[in-house]
Antibody
């Protein structure tokens, strides 16, 4: 059974950095692309970033481009999101979500972690 | 990318059918057969209900169906049940390896 567990969230001041992790189990992590999707309190979902199954390709939403970096460690089945220059509008629940495509991006998110809350506030 | 447009709320009585619309543009919904729908109960994690416009993942009830016409995708829930009360989000591939979600629709079972 697919299991995704995020960690690393918390309260951080504007302009500071934070790194989120997502530990994966129950599937062949190295065969699937993984996304980060966020949800501001009381708001809708927003796609943030995608990393390909082998880590060779990374894509970002315009709202985070240049500030966030997605990466993965396939030897440890872990996904990361390095968030720099954080802003108040980055306050959200951050979910890691597995793409359904095997060694290719299918574009649907078939398994989600429980999410981790990031609050950017002074 | 601008968010896809969904009605804020839709309601129906048990047993009825409801349809949630999701309107995008020719750059997203209108250009790709890559529309998916997610159900999210309060305080819970989103769940994939429909992918590639019309396909249902294993385990999702056949009361849920999807369609698309032009720049608008739709999710229909037939035989509405109390457990269907949740927020529903559409999502479309938007080109250049990016995705855009709708603002969400709250479904209420009367």
């Amino acid at each position: 059974q697919v299991h995704l567990v995020e960690s690393g969230g918390g309260v951080v001041q504007p302009g500071r950095s934070l790194r989120l992790s997502c530990a994966a189990s129950g599937f062949t992590f190295s065969s699937y692309g993984v996304h980060w999707v966020r949800q501001a309190p009381g708001k809708g979902l927003e796609w943030v970033a995608l990393i390909s199954y082998d880590g060779s390709n990374k894509f970002y939403a315009d709202s985070v481009k240049g500030r966030f970096t997605i990466s993965r460690d396939n030897s440890n089945n872990t996904l990361y999101l390095q968030m720099n220059s954080l802003r108040g509008e980055d306050t959200a629940m951050y979910y890691c979500a597995k793409d359904s495509g095997v060694e290719a991006v299918a574009g649907e998110f078939d398994n989600w972690g429980q999410g981790i809350l990031v609050t950017v506030s002074s | 990318q601008s968010a896809l447009t969904q009605p804020a709320s839709v309601s129906g009585s048990p047993g009825q059918s409801i349809t949630i619309s999701c309107t995008g543009t020719s750059s997203d919904v209108g250009s790709y057969k890559l529309v998916s729908w997610y159900q999210q109960h309060p305080g819970k994690v989103p769940k994939l209900m429909i992918y590639e416009v019309t396909k249902r993942p294993s385990g999702v009830s056949n009361r849920f169906s999807g369609s698309k016409s032009g720049n608008t995708a739709s999710l229909t829930i037939s035989g509405l049940q109390a457990e269907d009360e949740a927020d529903y989000y559409c999502c479309s591939y938007a080109g250049s390896v990016s995705w855009v979600f709708g603002g969400g629709t709250k479904v209420t079972v009367l």
